[in-house]
């Protein structure tokens, strides 16, 4: 992966993943607040490239043997603790709690410096092609082990 590639997916930092993300007009309502649905987008690209910075390319899981593997979120809790602004700095940590059998669970948190705004945590089953559940596979389930890498 280039630099700059590596800039934009974010780092591996204290057994998770932390990306920063600005705030754009795009992300406000007519309040000049993040309209909470858009807290979803943030918090999904801080899952997609907590996965690509462990080398787990979401687009070549599909081909990774015959039954192929895909994640869907299947349940998520947020907590709204205070909003961001357009042209905030965002800060999105993900890290895994459990990943094993046909499920994941990760929890997030979305912060404008040291201020918590948004709590989460994501139950990520794992499926086959066929939408039916199949198991992670040890060596993945592996790789979202904070013990298993050196950050």
Known sequence: MSDLFHHLSGQLVDGGHRLVQRVYYEDTDFSGLVYHARYLHFLERGRTDYLRCLGCEQ???????????????HRMEIDFKAPARMDDVLTILTRTEKAGGAKMVLVQEIRRDDTLLIAAKVIIAVINRNGRPRRLPETLAQSFSPASRLV
């Open 59 to 73: 687009s070549a899981l599909l081909q990774v043997d015959e039954e192929g593997l895909v994640f869907v979120v």
